[in-house]
């Protein structure tokens, strides 16, 4: 099945360390996003990558790292130097519609730093 | 930068209601994307738009993307209980390769 897939689902990491959420996906989308998502709040952008090889900042990306050496992959470090990493981290990619992109997200996941 | 605001933030229904919510911004959007997210899952697609004046449905949903390319409307008939969750809209400006996000609708079915 085509898809995105995001492991773990559920990520428990002590404060200080680093910490690296997978995201693959198979749809052959160029496009690749990650968002970070609070309880009771709307998503907000960390990084993204329209094609390998290249990412741009979002609206918070203080503490974060990517990387895009693969088209299907597009990995999220969560760094020590972030100051609050517990949340849910969704992951999304997306194709090319005319002149707008559809975003399809992932399952998602949850982590808790403590 | 660009802001939508998404209305209302809770809705509080008996089942077989209709849901009306809408999204407007301060800037004009080429696209209008509506998702809904369950409890602890990514959000899930519903419907996109992509001209101005535009209805479309999906089943009991019908989305409308606003003459003045400002703003959008998501209606529900008929609700269920597997209406229930969180619903989002999604605008994209001319030439933007990022989306932007309202903050949500939370959607309570009473059986």
């Known amino acids: 099945d085509g898809g995105i897939t995001q492991s773990p689902k559920y990520l428990f990491r002590k404060e200080g360390q680093n910490v690296t959420l997978s995201c693959e996906q198979n749809l052959n989308h160029d496009a690749m996003y990650w968002y970070r998502q609070d309880p009771g709040q709307g998503l907000r952008l960390i990084y993204y990558?329209?094609?390998?090889?290249?990412?741009q900042k979002g609206d918070i990306a203080e503490g974060y790292s990517v990387s895009r050496e693969k088209k299907e992959s597009f990995p999220l470090t969560v760094t020590s130097a972030q100051k609050n990493p517990t949340a849910f981290y969704l992951c999304a990619s997306s194709r090319r519609q005319g002149n707008s992109y559809e975003q399809y997200f992932g399952p998602g996941t949850r982590l808790t730093v403590t | 930068g660009q802001q939508l605001n998404q209305s209302p933030q809770s809705m509080f229904i008996q089942e077989g209601e209709d849901v009306s919510m809408n999204c407007t911004s301060s800037s004009i959007f080429n696209t209008w994307l509506w998702y809904k997210q369950e409890p602890g899952e990514g959000p899930v697609l519903l419907i996109a738009l992509y001209k101005a004046g535009e209805l479309t449905s999906n089943g009991r949903l019908t989305a409308q993307f606003g003459i003045t390319r400002k703003d959008s409307f998501l209606n529900i008939s008929a609700s269920i209980p597997s209406d229930v969750g969180i619903y989002f809209c999604a605008g994209q400006g001319e030439g933007a390769q990022k989306l932007v996000f309202g903050q949500g609708t939370r959607l309570t079915i009473n059986p």
């Open positions: 990558s329209q094609i390998v090889n290249d990412f």
